[in-house]
T-cell receptor
Framework: DTGVSQNPRHKITKRGQNVTFRCDPI?????LYWYRQTLGQGPEFLTY????????KSRLLSDRFSAERPKGSFSTLEIQRTEQGDSAMYLC???????????????FGDGTRLSIL | AQTVTQSQPEMSVQEAETVTLSCTYD???????LFWYKQPPSRQMILVIR??????QNATENRFSVNFQKAAKSFSLKISDSQLGDAAMYFC???????????????FGAGTILRVKS
């Protein structure tokens, strides 16, 4: 179990630029979540994948944000035309299915910290 | 919509002492999960303890235990014999119980910073 891996750890970019983050979940985990955490706050849900299907998106995910999980393995989160308000920690989490009815905990990565200049 | 409130932005405890972190939540669901997560500085968020709402018995994990009051919608975390390694941000979180393809997104509180004094 190598854990959830996120890259890069830190991204600094100028306002208006596009950025892309990558998340590699634990290999057997079907479910993948993206959260955003601003300074001094708890994480907020952005979107959720079951295998390659994006099944839920938060209102926080404006049209500048897009997430993919093309083969049901790694996922990318892209932010276009970045704004100052996008500065945050972006967290990825993965878990197993819960079809058996038993709760499967989410395992978090270290996050990608985005700083907009 | 479900909400989670942590009213203590910061708490301090002496090493080896006991501390209780507070959490309240709001939901119209009768069955759900509640969690406490720990986030050390610049490190991964890890699950500390979990409570299923239909279980009346309070969950315990070694030095960590919860006081789950369903009617009051209260879910506090007690840390006994506090250690320096317990210093971190602690988040209370809520999740609905959904089956099938529905994900179990977490709704987090704002967090409580716990400082442990030696």
């Amino acid at each position: 179990d190598t854990g959830v891996s996120q890259n890069p750890r830190h991204k600094i970019t100028k306002r208006g630029q596009n950025v892309t983050f990558r998340c590699d979940p634990i290999s057997e985990h079907n479910r993948l979540y993206w959260y955003r955490q601003t300074l001094g706050q708890g994480p907020e849900f952005l979107t959720y994948f079951q295998n390659e299907a994006q099944l839920e998106k938060s209102r926080l995910l404006s049209d500048r944000f897009s997430a993919e999980r093309p083969k049901g393995s790694f996922s990318t989160l892209e932010i276009q035309r970045t704004e100052q308000g996008d500065s945050a920690m972006y967290l990825c989490a993965s878990s197993l299915d819960e079809f058996t009815g038993s709760h499967q905990p989410q395992h978090f990565g270290d996050g990608t910290r985005l700083s907009i200049l | 919509a479900q909400t989670v409130t942590q009213s203590q932005p910061e708490m301090s405890v002496q090493e080896a002492e006991t501390v209780t972190l507070s959490c309240t939540y709001d939901t119209s669901e009768s069955d759900y999960y509640l969690f406490w997560y720990k986030q050390p500085p610049s490190r991964q968020m890890i699950l500390v303890i979990r409570q299923e709402a239909y279980k009346q018995q309070n969950a315990t994990e070694n030095r960590f235990s919860v006081n789950f009051q369903k009617a009051a919608k209260s879910f506090s975390l007690k840390i006994s014999d506090s250690q320096l390694g317990d210093a971190a941000m602690y988040f209370c979180a809520y999740s609905m119980v959904l089956g099938g393809e529905y994900g179990n997104k977490l709704v987090f509180g704002a967090g409580t910073i716990l400082r442990v004094k030696s």
